[in-house]
């Protein structure tokens, strides 16, 4: 891991005492020389860059730390929506009532022939008229349309 990869959070504290820094600073910002007041106005310019980093970084951290925790409650309410799902499940299937299946009639075939005693089961029905073949139907077809053509 890289020693600068990483960063340190200071607390900020306000001092009721002068900052030697700031002192420095100040004094630099008053001196003649342009490059002086130059440099001490540079020095201030990073340093409040620095202390916006410093502030943003941390409010990163305390948004992460906040998605970590909403995830880790919300797992745990997953955890206990597939628990409560899974004893529901359980419950249904061991019940007095089963699940209806089918296409949604509760009658068994054997009431439902009772009920229509001149139908057959679907498999067994023949059908009421001859179909022809298609070959026939083709030629049936063409020779008419020749005879009008002639």
Do not use: W
């Not at 990869?5 to 910002?29: K, M």
């Amino acid at each position: 891991m890289d020693v600068g990869a990483e960063a340190i959070d200071v607390p900020v504290v306000p001092l009721t005492f002068s900052n030697p820094v700031q002192e420095i600073l100040d004094g630099a910002t008053a001196h003649p020389a342009a490059a002086v007041r130059n440099r001490a106005n540079r020095i201030t310019a990073d340093l409040a860059e620095l202390t916006g980093r410093r502030d943003t970084e941390a409010a990163q951290r305390e948004a992460e730390e906040k998605v970590v925790r909403a995830k880790a409650e919300l797992e745990r309410a997953q955890e206990k929506l597939r628990t409560v799902k899974a004893n529901t499940r359980t419950a249904t299937a061991a019940g007095p009532i089963a699940a209806r299946t089918g296409s949604g009639s509760s009658r068994t075939r054997e009431e439902l022939a009772a009920i229509r005693p001149g139908r057959e089961p679907p498999a067994t029905r023949s059908p009421t008229r001859a179909r022809c073949p298609s070959e026939l139907a083709y030629h049936a077809a063409h020779q008419g349309s020749a005879r009008k053509a002639g």
